[in-house]
């Protein structure tokens, strides 16, 4: 299997994952996991396009990079800020920080991943 086709399995993977957490009630894995996915799922078309994505686990910088590549995802990101700050805080205070969820943050930021996903999945075939 090919790095970046591990990637996307991965990033599915954590998404799944993110949809049993918020069924069992884990509102912070559940937004841990939405942050990986999305992460995932972003270098996973970098690394399809370019063969190479930075090591940063900032989806921000991620999308930064992935701007110059493909067109129009500023523009989709743009209308989602705090959205990708609550899951870049999400991955920081996993390890650090005792932050919990609400399961309406939780639902907010796994429709947010979901549109996302839809969103990048027409730059796999490019």
Known sequence: ???????????????????DDIKK????????????????????????????????????????????IFQNIMDFFSNFKEEIEDLELAYIGARYLPISYSKEKAERLLNFVKKAFDFLEKYESN
Do not use: C, P
Not at 25 to 43: P, R, S, T
């Open 25 to 68: 009630g884990f509102y912070d894995l559940a937004v841990f996991h939405l942050e990986q996915a999305l992460q995932l799922k972003i270098k996973y078309l970098l690394a399809k396009k370019i063969g190479y994505f930075s090591k940063t686990h900032l989806i921000s910088q991620l999308i930064n990079e992935a701007s110059r």
């Open 1 to 19: 299997m090919k790095e970046e086709d591990f990637l996307k399995e991965r990033a599915h993977r954590f998404f799944q994952e993110a949809q």
